[in-house]
């Protein structure tokens, strides 16, 4: 498992209130090991830092 499906997963388990949209694209994010567009980097960044997780360790391609 890479850094960002951990991320994902993490957001997805913690119990945080996600909108159907945010839930849908962390479900995608969580099970695929394929980098990251860039628009999916930034809205993992930007849903991590809503719901206070810390930001993703590599700081490359997630």
Same mark, same amino acid.
């Given at each position: 498992?890479?850094?960002?499906?951990?991320?994902?997963? *993490?957001?997805?388990?913690?119990?945080?209130?996600?909108?159907?949209?945010?839930? @849908? *694209?962390?479900?995608?994010?969580?099970?695929?090991?394929?980098?990251? *567009?860039?628009? @999916?980097?930034?809205?993992?960044?930007?849903?991590?830092?809503?719901?206070?997780?810390?930001?993703?360790?590599?700081?490359?391609?997630?």
């Amino acid at each position: 498992m890479v850094e960002h499906q951990r991320a994902a997963m *993490s957001l997805l388990t913690a119990g945080k209130p996600l909108k159907p949209r945010e839930g @849908q *694209s962390l479900g995608g994010i969580a099970f695929d090991a394929n980098p990251l *567009s860039e628009k @999916q980097h930034n809205w993992l960044v930007i849903l991590l830092n809503k719901h206070g997780f810390p930001p993703l360790a590599d700081g490359g391609d997630a």
